[in-house]
């Protein structure tokens, strides 16, 4: 899956987690550029990312997710 088709998906998850037709991400969008995500929203986030992709994310990749394009770099590498 390309980065741009994993873009769409996860677009897709955010509009949906955070109920925010407008949400638009990038590789530097961290939780404080969207309202809502909190620690709590992050663990909703993940599951359903999981959920979405068909992959389980390792603990240890968790803390590395310090933005929106280690995420997605993780993402394709688990896929």
């Given amino acids: 899956m390309s980065r741009e088709e994993v873009y769409e998906k ?3 998850v955010f ?3 955070f109920d925010d037709e407008d949400i ?3 590789d530097e969008t ?7 995500w909190d620690s ?3 663990i909703t986030l993940i599951g359903v990312i999981e959920d979405e992709f068909g992959i389980k994310f390792n603990m240890d ?3 590395k997710m310090k933005n929106v394009g280690i995420m997605v770099d993780i993402i394709q590498e688990l896929l």
């Fill in 10 to 12: 996860l677009t897709e």
């Fill in 15 to 17: 509009v949906d987690v």
């Fill in 24 to 26: 638009a991400i990038s």
């Fill in 30 to 36: 961290v939780s404080t550029d969207i309202d809502g």
């Fill in 40 to 42: 709590l929203m992050h």
């Fill in 61 to 63: 990749d968790l803390p």
